[in-house]
Every structure is written in C-alpha cells, then in structure tokens.
C-alpha cells in the first residue's frame, strides 16, 4: 500500500509533462521540488525559510537541475510569480528539522489554495499534503478540507487518501483535480 506522500506524487505524476509549469507551495528540505523538476519545465518553489532555499539548491546542483525558481517568499504570493500551471503541491505544517513554531497558517494556506485553483489548467491537480500533530495544525486542516469541500463539483474533484487505523494523528493527503470540461444538467 502506498504513503500518502507516494500517493501524492503519482497523482501529480499522471498529469505533468516537459511542456508545464508546477508550483511547489512549502518547499521545505527540497523533496517534492526536486521531484517536481525532474518533470515539468518550469518549478516555482515557495518557502519563507532561508534554511529551505538553501537545502532545495543544494538537492538541485547535485542533480543538475535548473528549471527552478525558489522564492523566498510565502505561497500565498504565488500569483505575483505564476499565471497558468498544471500542478502543485503542499506539504503543511513545520519544516522538518527546523524551528517548529514557524508554521503554515490556515489565512495564507487558503489564500494560496485559492490563486492555484483558479490558476490550474483543465486537467490540472493540486496536492495537499495535510501535517497536523502540531499545535494549529487542527485549524489548518480544518480549513482545508472546509474549502476543498465546497469547491464547485461541476469544475473540481476534491479526493482524501488516509489512513484510518494509525494513532498520532497520521498525515493523509487531499487531491483535487479541475475537470476537463463542465458537465451540464
């Protein structure tokens, strides 16, 4: 059975070509924008963590990748930065050996989920790796599935993979997909 990190990656692996442009919303140790471009063309990667871009750059010049951005910057300014993309993805809480009090807000967590979603092509996804073990970390998720839920089901489908039976509040994941064309009636 699949992580839901690994389930994530083939979602968004499915979609993304050499011809797309992907956002990587919480950048973090680099994982996820690495992964990212391998395949697409063009990566904006966001992190408001100095430590991230330094981490993200290093796993890119070992791999000879050039295709990416990183922006200093929180995700929520994504639309200073990007037009149109075929993908993105979140991993939401704190960053992994770092300082655990510098969190991803539910305001800018909406706020970015948002600009991606009506910035998402037809046949696009987002996944939204959901971390909540930390303090505020209820809220976040709370608010990310209040929104994904009432995304218009005629142009989205907002899916949850997660485990049921782990204790420790284990991560899931929420994937939406904009559909390719709207159906009528």
């Known amino acids: 059975m699949k992580?839901?990190?690994?389930?994530?990656?083939?979602?968004l692996?499915?979609?993304?070509?050499?011809d797309d442009?992907?956002?990587?919303?919480?950048?973090?140790?680099g994982h996820d924008t690495l992964f990212l471009a391998k395949l697409a063309k063009q990566v904006y990667a966001f992190?408001?963590?100095?430590?991230a871009l330094e981490k993200t750059n290093?796993?890119?010049q070992a791999a000879g990748l050039t295709n990416v951005q990183l922006i200093l910057q929180g995700h929520e300014t994504v639309d200073q930065f990007v037009s149109e993309l075929k993908a993105a993805i979140f991993n939401l809480g704190y960053l992994p050996s770092a300082d655990k009090s510098v969190i991803t807000r539910p305001h800018t967590t909406i706020e970015a989920l948002e600009k991606l979603c009506n910035r998402l092509v037809k046949g696009g996804r987002i996944a939204i790796m959901i971390y909540y073990g930390h303090e505020g970390g209820d809220l976040e998720k709370d608010a990310v599935l209040t929104y994904v839920s009432q995304l218009p089901q005629q142009e989205y489908t907002a899916t949850i993979y997660r485990t049921l039976n782990q204790v420790n509040n284990p991560p899931f994941l929420v994937m939406i997909e904009k559909l390719e064309r709207y159906r009528h009636g």
């Open 3 to 11: 992580r839901p990190l690994e389930m994530a990656h083939d979602f």
């Open 13 to 18: 692996a499915q979609v993304i070509t050499k």
């Open 21 to 29: 442009t992907v956002v990587d919303a919480t950048m973090g140790n």
């Open 47 to 51: 992190d408001i963590q100095e430590q």
């Open 58 to 60: 290093q796993r890119l």
